[in-house]
């Protein structure tokens, strides 16, 4: 298995795409890649809700995980973000990620049908045993229709050996204190929650997974800094000074939103894949304001 060790800023890159042809622009998504490894970032995560996954075919998504993977060349760890409705699927992918250097996989059960534990247990089993790399179990019952407990996610950490990550995006701190407690502080866990963030850095997450150094660059690697060196103060101001922009991003839909803040930054993204429009007009002056104030 890759030992490589994952922490800290896992930032997420979206998918960029061409106002004239649709097809994903490749130019465009190295060129936020080394916008992002220059903010700090400490690993890479491709293929997320920012990154419209659940948008592309799979030629698309092929395509973003294996140039990601060969672009950060080793900069940093390179996370592919797998969600998929059939276990076949979702090991497919799996296998591709790790055939093309994937440092690690993010999965999550991405279900129509409410999953039981049981067979929850079976699709991570399922994957796990196809590959060689990591797994970071990823709990986000507002976007996959599943909520696995923390006694449960802390069993399948158990029981299924490639899986030693948890990210929680609940947005229930609780959840962050019960996985430390009863895992002993022994299983790392991740924040997914942008507007908890300072909450979950002092709760012993091992890092926070987020979209933001895309518009506000290295600000939440500062944050996690401040709290590492124990500055409590000095964390809270910079937590504070950003909070408004990551439940902005949030709300206004992450690609949308953050597609939006790129172009006013001189990186044409595209536009967010229909049925996802673009953000409106009124809230994009909203965000230009925002930006402009923080950075």
Request: proline letters at 4%.
């Amino acid at each position: 298995m890759n030992n490589k060790k994952i922490t800290g800023i896992i930032a997420y890159t979206i998918t960029p795409f061409s106002k004239e042809t649709g097809s994903v622009d490749l130019e465009i998504l190295y060129k936020t890649i080394d916008q992002l490894i220059e903010t700090r970032a400490d690993a890479i995560a491709a293929l997320g809700s920012a990154g419209e996954c659940a948008y592309l075919n799979n030629e698309e998504w092929e395509l973003v995980a294996e140039k990601t993977i060969k672009y950060v060349s080793g900069r940093v760890p390179v996370i592919v973000g797998i969600a998929e409705l059939t276990t076949k699927e979702a090991v497919k992918k799996a296998i591709f990620a790790n055939k093309n250097g994937a440092d690690a996989i993010m999965l999550s059960p991405w279900s129509y049908y409410k999953l039981t534990e049981d067979e929850m247990f079976d699709h991570y089993e399922a994957v796990a045993s196809a590959i060689s790399i990591p797994i970071m179990l990823y709990n986000n019952p507002a976007t996959c229709g599943v909520d696995m407990s923390p006694q449960f996610m802390l069993s399948m950490v158990d029981k299924i050996k490639n899986i030693t990550m948890i990210k929680e995006s609940t947005g229930d701190i609780q959840r962050m204190h019960k996985i430390y407690a009863l895992s002993k502080g022994t299983v790392p866990f991740f924040n997914g929650c942008n507007y908890i963030a300072l909450e979950a850095l002092n709760a012993g997450a091992e890092g926070w997974c987020t979209v933001a150094p895309n518009l506000i660059g290295d600000l939440p690697k500062k944050l996690l800094s401040e709290v590492k060196h124990g500055t409590a103060e000095k964390a809270k101001d910079i937590f504070y000074k950003q909070l408004e922009l990551l439940e902005f991003i949030v709300k206004g839909g992450l690609a949308s939103t953050v597609k939006a803040g790129l172009e006013m930054k001189g990186i044409e993204a595209g536009f967010a894949r229909r049925p996802l429009k673009e953000l409106p007009s009124e809230k994009k002056i909203i965000l230009e304001q925002m930006m402009s104030s923080i950075c």
